[in-house]
């Protein structure tokens, strides 16, 4: 999967470009917000990045927090380091459920349209270790849930069984791994969970 992200990186944000993704993007944070969430001062980790579509949003409300911006395929991180330029921003070229970071020391992860290429259970189990409790851990996509598994069908065989479950679903198994839901929707044109490790 990771050769299939490098060879579209050149092309990624021709095909996707960034502002179309600002609605979905204020969607999903403001829904954090709508649950008393902030991440100014904090310390957050933006998972499977690719070319930073997340990160002037975040930027934004950080004043001096940190931001840790997380993919495997260089190329897509190649495109992120070039458009934001910020002492913040640490790049982080790895695959994130191998990543060390510090246990307990984050206070939020992000993951926005690339949680369907993690494996679920072990991507909830690592986040929860990464945050302090009471941090959050916020996925989201800007369409619905049959849309982005069809879109994956049809991308080929490098991703086509990286399937966006239900939201439902993935609440039962957040439950496990230590997280109390704050928000789940999953419709026809959104799809969204909001989850606080417990201990807060």
Not at 107 to 123: I, M, W
Not at 163 to 180: N, Y
Request: charged share 20%; hydrophobic share 40%; proline share 4%.
């Amino acid at each position: 999967m990771k050769d299939y992200f490098e060879q579209l990186a050149p092309q990624w944000d021709r095909l996707h470009p960034p502002g179309e993704h600002a609605e979905a993007v204020g969607w999903g944070l403001g829904e954090l917000e709508k649950h008393g969430g902030s991440w100014e001062g904090k310390t957050l980790i933006d998972v499977g990045c690719g070319t930073g579509v997340l990160l002037p949003h975040l930027l934004k409300g950080l004043g001096e927090g940190r931001l840790w911006a997380v993919d495997h395929a260089e190329g897509m991180l190649k495109q992120a380091k070039a458009r934001h330029v910020d002492a913040r921003i640490h790049f982080i070229c790895e695959d994130a459920l191998s990543w060390r970071f510090a246990e307990g020391s984050a206070d939020g992860v992000l993951c926005y349209n690339s949680f369907p290429h993690f494996p679920q259970e072990r991507a909830l189990r690592v986040f929860a270790s990464w945050l302090r409790p009471g941090g959050f851990f916020l996925c989201w996509h800007g369409a619905g849930r049959r849309h982005i598994n069809r879109i994956h069908r049809e991308a080929g065989p490098a991703v086509a069984a990286d399937k966006l479950t239900s939201a439902q679903s993935l609440v039962a198994l957040a439950v496990q791994a230590g997280f109390v839901t704050l928000s789940a929707i999953d419709d026809r044109l959104r799809w969204l969970v909001l989850l606080q490790k417990r201990g807060s």
